[in-house]
Nanobody, 123 residues
Framework: QVELLESGGGLVQPGGSLRLSCAAS????????MGWYRQAPGKERELVAR???????TYADSVKGRFTIRRDNAKNTIYLHMDSLKPEDTADYYC?????????????????WGQGTQVTVSP
């Protein structure tokens, strides 16, 4: 099977920076898209940034110019560098990976979510 392990959340002051990471492990054949979503209290989960295999990353308008997503294919890991953080960035951040894995005698494509990591931006 496949597991996603997130790390890097925490408390930071406005204007500060944080880096999130998400590592995929298991019987992975190929990773297609990797990305980050977030969900603030009382709001729906929204896309923050994602990077398809071999393609350019896309970002939510609210984080363009402040957040950078980076994918390390050798380590099956993605990173989210968050700069100039604002209180409205406070949310639970979730890693999302679409991949194909070895499911017994066949290849299976599916979508996986990390456990979530909390980011709080507050004075």
């Amino acid at each position: 099977q496949v597991e996603l392990l997130e790390s890097g959340g925490g408390l930071v002051q406005p204007g500060g920076s944080l880096r999130l990471s998400c590592a995929a492990s298991g019987s992975i054949f190929r990773i297609h898209t990797m990305g980050w979503y977030r969900q603030a209290p009382g709001k729906e989960r929204e896309l923050v940034a994602r990077v398809p295999s071999g393609n350019t990353a896309t970002y939510a308008d609210s984080v363009k110019g402040r957040f950078t997503i980076r994918r390390d294919n050798a380590k099956n890991t993605i990173y989210l560098h968050m700069d100039s953080l604002k209180p409205e960035d406070t949310a639970d951040y979730y890693c999302n990976v679409v991949l194909t894995y070895y499911g017994g005698t066949k290849l299976v494509s599916d979508e996986f979510w990390g456990q979530g990591t909390q980011v709080t931006v507050s004075p």
